[in-house]
């Protein structure tokens, strides 16, 4: 099925006045670095949370899942919600319980009580990242909401990369219970923002006074032309990037013998592009067009996995995971931009499912790579490259008349 874009609904343009500024989506969006930061520090600790709670390696594996399950679920809540109550409601909402959630992880006790709190973590941060995308609708006409949601990503991006990174070269000298509480007290810091900033960041807007339930939302959502498709292409880009990503660390460790330390630099240049050229991405897909830009974002994801799969040298390996980063961010805001056009009277929806398809697919992405590994790591690499070079030929196809 192919996109056409006078199948679209009218777009309403953001009055002049209400268009935000780069710091205020950059003040909106730092929620989210935090947020990904903290979904991303874990991982590296598992190994140490095992052996602190005497708990195999099997439970305490399902650290990760329950966050990502809790979050992905809920964001088809939240974003809707934000319609009908407002995005600075659901924002402040979703922060404090993240905050309290993050600081009550510091002092937990056992595997179990983790997994609890990562569960409730997960689905109280849930209506952040959905909400910005829907709250940068608002503020942005369609044509240059490429440029806004170029920084929301690269913030993205970064607390993934910082997070896997930073995150675990802290915790080696802070501890990991202080590494929840700075995050507790930086999403305290940025809420404070929010509040303070409030007139500025979130003007009145109308809200939607639609009783219908959820269901009928996301139905009417994705009986628009193309949506399907969409995010579709959604779940592929997050499970291609969630199943390579989870693995980069065994990658450095096998090939290169790196250590703890080594695996967090090597694996810092992920964000990099992201949160340096975010916004001049998001200007180029909004100037030359996402036909382009969302195809070409999934083929240099390809290549540069098949280009790993063949052991280059450390330092050529460094800049791939660089390239391997603005990939992601070639195709996330640019696919965010265009379910931003769904509905112009659910965007919490449209943004809702967004999140929702993402997410499950960066579940799925690290389940995929996990079975089929056996056949070896480099083998499993070459099978993700193939996947998304098969998938760009197919959004050339599918995107070419948005």
Same mark, same amino acid.
């Given at each position: 099925?192919?996109?056409? =874009?006078?199948?679209?609904?009218? /777009? ?13 989506v ?8 935090? /947020? ?18 005497g ?5 305490t ?49 056992s595997?179990n ?7 409730l973590?997960? /689905? ?5 990242a959905?909400?910005t ?7 942005f006409?369609?044509a ?11 913030c993205?991006a ?7 990174s ?24 940025v ?15 109308? +809200?939607s006074?639609s ?50 330390r080594?695996?967090?630099?090597a ?13 001049a991405?998001?200007r ?6 996402? +036909? ?23 330092? /050529?390996?460094?800049?791939?995971v ?57 083998? =499993? ?19 070419r008349?948005v």
């Amino acid at each position: 099925m192919i996109i056409q =874009t006078k199948d679209l609904p009218a /777009i309403t343009v953001s009055p002049s006045h209400n268009r935000a500024s780069k710091g205020e989506v950059v003040i909106v969006s730092l929620a989210t670095f935090i /947020i990904f930061f903290q979904a991303f520090m874990v991982a590296p600790l598992l190994p140490e949370l095992a052996s602190l709670f005497g708990s195999t390696v099997r439970q305490t594996s399902f650290i990760e899942p329950v966050y990502l399950l809790g979050y992905g679920v809920f964001t088809l809540v939240y974003a809707p919600l934000s319609d009908r109550y407002g995005r600075f409601k659901i924002i402040v909402y979703s922060l404090c319980l993240f905050i309290i959630f993050s600081a009550c992880t510091a002092f937990v006790e056992s595997t179990n009580q983790m997994i609890l709190l990562r569960l409730l973590t997960g /689905i109280s941060a849930a209506g952040i990242a959905p909400t910005t995308i829907s709250w940068i609708s608002d503020r942005f006409p369609y044509a240059e909401r490429g440029y806004a949601l170029g920084i929301f990503f690269g913030c993205m991006a970064g607390g993934m990369a910082f997070g896997s990174s930073v995150g675990a070269l802290l915790a080696e000298f802070v501890g990991w219970e202080t590494l929840f509480l700075l995050v507790a007290f930086s999403g305290s810091i940025v809420l404070l923002l929010n509040v303070y900033y409030r007139r500025r960041l979130y003007p009145d807007m109308p +809200k939607s006074s639609s009783q219908v339930s959820l269901l009928t939302i996301f139905r009417e959502i994705l009986s628009t032309p193309g949506a399907k498709g969409t995010y579709f292409f959604v779940f592929e880009n997050g499970l291609f990037h969630s199943g390579v990503f989870a693995w980069l660390g065994v990658y450095f460790y096998n090939v290169y013998h790196l250590n703890e330390r080594g695996i967090g630099l090597a694996l810092l240049g992920y964000g990099i592009p992201g949160l340096l050229l975010g916004p001049a991405l998001g200007r180029m897909a909004d100037r030359i067009g996402r +036909k382009r830009i969302i195809p070409l974002g999934i083929v240099l994801g390809g290549v540069t996995v098949m280009l790993l799969s063949c052991i280059p040298s450390l330092s /050529i390996a460094c800049m791939l995971v660089a390239i391997l980063s603005l990939s992601f961010d070639l195709t996330h805001p640019s696919l965010a931009t265009i379910v931003t056009s769904f509905s112009k009277k659910n965007a919490g929806g449209s943004t809702g499912l967004f999140a929702f398809f993402l997410f499950m697919g960066y579940g799925f992405g690290s389940l995929l790579f996990s079975l089929l590994v056996s056949i070896g790591l480099v083998e =499993t690499l070459r099978i993700f490259g193939l996947i998304a070079i098969t998938a760009s030929f197919v959004a050339n196809r599918f995107f070419r008349f948005v």
